[in-house]
């Protein structure tokens, strides 16, 4: 896959510093001044698209095709919209003719700006109509499901851990409850020890389950993705079932990217 990131003719790119302005706290003023020298930022900037986690989602797509022309795709926790506007191009929500049109809803509890082939809903997914609206939606089920939620970032690295966890782990039981069997649940997490309770749970409830890190997760996150595909509806599941298939195709080199194999939110940043 090539470097979405671009660059000019090999040359350096100038560094961005920022001043620290008077009353903006050191961690705000690096914050900023990394922002300003991510080469995604500028990517998706220029792309039009809603945040560089969108390209997150692209690496995933291009390493495992999970998105494809025809799906229905659910997007939990939408806002802004980044990974909503992938799956809008990837399952071919605007109907380009040639290729089986999919359908696009996104779901988060801020209100959104209109994207062009998804349908957006202000919704909570844990209020109790939640599952009846998302599936008058998206017309019955869902073939694939992202998360790509995280909880506000307190600063202390454990208790992040278990927010973005639990996180996980709700956004993966509301995925059972819309999915479509065979079908695909895409979510993030971070690397901590205690997400072992939810993998044990995707590996009962999906045929297999990879965890990768993107390139454009920044390497000084602890964040990476589940992919569990394959999904087990209820009462598919039998007690003499093989046992599911677990992947880690990053195991050798958990610093490895998901574009190594060829082509094909902290919240959405």
Not at 95 to 116: F, N, S, T, Y
Not at 174 to 182: I, K
Not at 201 to 221: M, Q
Not at 255 to 265: I, K, L, N, T, V
Request: charged share 25%.
């Amino acid at each position: 896959m090539a470097d979405r990131r671009g660059g000019r003719g090999g040359g350096r790119s100038l560094k961005t510093r920022v001043k620290t302005a008077k009353g903006r706290k050191l961690s705000s003023t690096l914050w900023l001044q990394r922002q300003l020298n991510d080469p995604y930022v500028a990517l998706a900037q220029r792309e039009g698209r809603r945040s560089r986690a969108a390209y997150k989602l692209l690496e995933l797509d291009d390493r495992l095709c999970f998105l494809k022309p025809g799906l229905r795709v659910l997007d939990l926790g939408a806002a802004p919209g980044g990974w909503t506007q992938v799956a809008v191009e990837r399952a071919n929500a605007l109907g380009d003719p040639g290729r089986a049109q999919g359908k696009v809803v996104g779901v988060d509890i801020l209100e959104m700006e209109p994207i062009a082939g998804a349908e957006l809903m202000q919704l909570d997914f844990l209020a109790d109509d939640a599952e009846e609206r998302v599936r008058a939606a998206i017309d019955g089920t869902a073939d694939v499901v992202l998360s790509d939620m995280a909880a506000p970032a307190t600063g202390h690295k454990q208790t992040d851990h278990l927010r973005i966890v639990a996180l996980c782990e709700t956004a993966a039981h509301f995925a059972a409850q819309v999915l479509t069997p065979g079908g695909v649940f895409v979510a993030k997490v971070l690397q901590g020890g205690a997400e072992g309770g939810l993998l044990n749970d995707l590996k009962r409830d999906f045929a297999k389950v990879a965890h990768l890190k993107p390139p454009a997760s920044r390497k000084d996150s602890a964040e990476m993705y589940v992919i569990a595909s394959g999904f087990r509806a209820a009462g598919a599941l039998d007690s003499d079932a093989e046992n599911p298939d677990t992947e880690n195709p990053e195991a050798e080199n958990p610093e490895a990217s998901a574009a190594a194999d060829g082509p094909g939110p902290e919240g959405r940043s």
